[in-house]
């Protein structure tokens, strides 16, 4: 392998570049093993095709590079195509404790090597704690600190997480360049993991490795010696990940009718998630429908409601389409059915930010949810009644 090859090159394609950092099996960053500190740092095993490292940045959500996915010629949005395993919180990975969860979905940035992985559940407590986002960025001979779990100078597949010292070279809008050393280099499996500032003897993250010459890891040719990396740019991100963490939607709507209103999560992998109402708590969640990922925010294809349409005392699933449609999705106990069409015209209604907002309640006492159309413009407030299969056309109740 030539000095050349080892590099993972900016001008070449994300998933061309990414086969060298990330299709090797489980690889860490030359540097000293540590074991203290750094609870927020994650393994990401994807399938048996790659493994990387991440950062744990809210309680549900880990950061890490988005071509650790696609170097494997995996999709990076949605539910991952392969299996995907990551482990939190567990500096040596022969011991328990920690955090090993499942993969549930992928939210890529759309212009850098970023792609923020949704855990299954949320990872809370002092044990482990996400990491806060730098909000300046790296300065030109700053010295981070860099950790994964990818290979050393000795070992494929290390079980332990290490950790060395970059001196930042230069940057760009998206990007830091750094400088490695002899003791200080990131080798294959370090593709997503954290470089570091510590602010008041804490940890923030600054950026996140995207890829590297290699020099003195196991492996490469010798002859290369260089221990520069590239890494992605997060000082300037924490409105995305903000943004992409609150997509997720949850609605208190009584589903299986006892007169108790149960929690409705909308999850970002388009599942539409029950968990009972149980007195003094909620029950684990039930999957009742699938395909709503891009009916989270209303920006989108549309927006979802919960509401008792039928009369039965159980809230049905109300779909707002970005054409303007209304459908009722009739429950069934474990499920939504197919639906019907309801009402049409409504697609400036869906954010709020336009012409106006819709909301669901019953206005008329009899048991089934009316449509409540809010526009903005005259600030008017009107009901549309419930006629059993379409609501009426309104009447005027209040202007606000």
Sequence with gaps: MTKRSHFLWATSAVAAFAAVLTTAPANALVGTPTTTGL??????????K?????????????????SCFTGAGISTTGKPALPTKVTVGRSDLTQTGGSVQSALALVPHA??????VRLSERITGPAITPVPLASTPAADGEQLSKA?????????VPTKLHAGTFTVASRTDTTVNLNGSDTATVCQGDSGGPALRTVDGSPQLVSVTSRSWQGGCLGVDPAE????????????LAGWVKEVVAREKVTPADIDGDGKDDLVL?????????HRNLGTSFGPGTVMSSGWGRFVTGTDLGRLYFADITGDNKADLIVHTNDGNIAVRKNMGTYFDGGTHWSAGWGRFLTGTDQGRLRFGDTTGDG?????????QNGEVAVRTNMGTYFNSGTRMITL
Excluded: P
């Design 266 to 274: 909308q999850r970002i992998d388009g599942s539409v998630v029950v």
């Design 368 to 376: 089934k949810a009316d449509m409540y159309v809010h526009t903005i």
């Design 39 to 48: 609870n927020f740092v994650a393994k990401i095993n994807v399938g048996d």
């Design 50 to 66: 790659t493994s990387c490292t991440g950062s744990l940045v809210a309680e549900q959500w880990v950061l890490t590079a988005a």
């Design 111 to 116: 212009e850098r090597d970023l792609v923020l």
């Design 148 to 156: 994964g779990f990818g290979r050393t100078r000795t070992e494929w």
């Design 225 to 236: 010696t260089r221990t520069g990396a590239v890494d992605t740019r997060v000082d300037d």
